[in-house]
């Protein structure tokens, strides 16, 4: 199920994933189904944080996308974030573990046509914690690609 905007604007296709990302070709494939399934004009949204994000918008760029970036600050909490939940960062300072998911959220709540997954490896969990159940929840569809890999500790 897939969260229509008002307009017609143009597809607006959400991707994240894990820093360890470094698959050009299942970027490729996923960004060609985009072009499959969904008439131009596409955007594609992302923090450019880094891996996953980074891989897509140069991808992106190479076919003729639009990418609109939404740069975030590590160090910010939201105003339900306990401090208590802080990490340290070596010589750059105390990180929000939460930043990163509150960003996503606030792209996906300005509109997606479909959200991108880029996973890499399995977790030793089983369980991945990269915001896609909260992007399902909030009916925007998510297409999940894993890269192989080993998971990472």
Known sequence: MTRRRKDDTGRRILVFGSPYWSSRKLTVDALQRVMEVYRPTYTLVCDMTDGAARYAAAV??????????????VTKCGPDCPTRNHRRKSQQGDWCP?????????????????????????????????????????????????????ARR
């Open 60 to 73: 992106a760029r190479e076919l003729g996308w639009q990418v609109e970036v939404h740069e975030f600050d």
């Open 98 to 150: 939460s930043a990163r998911l509150r960003n996503q959220e606030a792209m996906a709540d300005l509109g997606a046509d479909v959200c991108i997954a880029l996973g890499y490896g399995v977790p030793p969990s089983g369980v991945r914690r990269d915001g896609t159940k909260e992007i399902k929840a909030r009916g925007i569809g998510v297409w999940e690609y894993t890269q192989p890999g080993a």
